[in-house]
């Protein structure tokens, strides 16, 4: 990363002209917390709505893979849930249940979706595992 912002630097210095943010480039992914669906969820959502299905059926590697890949821009959606509950019954897996799959494994214990601090605690870790990934060189 620091070659990146050198050459940037330089290229600006020998113009005479300082870089604008809009002629940067970095590669990035959107979603980039995306880890995938779980297979009976996506067996079950390809038999409602398989356009969905398709559009949703990608993954991403974890976080600090990306970065150590070179990702230098991260999209990570962060919905507030200050009562606590909101993400505590995914709808995806009761219309799993409901169609007669059986359950997929639980990557988030549904209890610590129950409390507003979870949500906070998880983000806060994720957000530190970023930082820390991006202080080291591409």
Known sequence: MKLTYSLLLALASAS??????????MVGTHNSYHSGISPNE???????????????????????TQLNDGVRQIEIDIFADTKGGLFAHPLGPALAAKAGL??????IPPA???????????????????????????
């Open 16 to 25: 005479g002209q300082q870089v604008k943010i809009n002629e940067i480039q």
């Open 42 to 64: 996506m067996a079950n959502l390809r038999k409602l709505d398989a356009r969905a299905a398709e559009s949703l059926a990608y993954r991403h590697p974890s976080l600090e």
């Open 102 to 107: 059986p359950a997929d494994p639980v990557s």
């Open 112 to 138: 610590s979706c129950r409390s507003p601090a979870s949500k906070y605690c998880m983000c806060r870790i994720s957000i530190t595992a970023v930082t820390a990934s991006l202080s080291r060189p591409a």
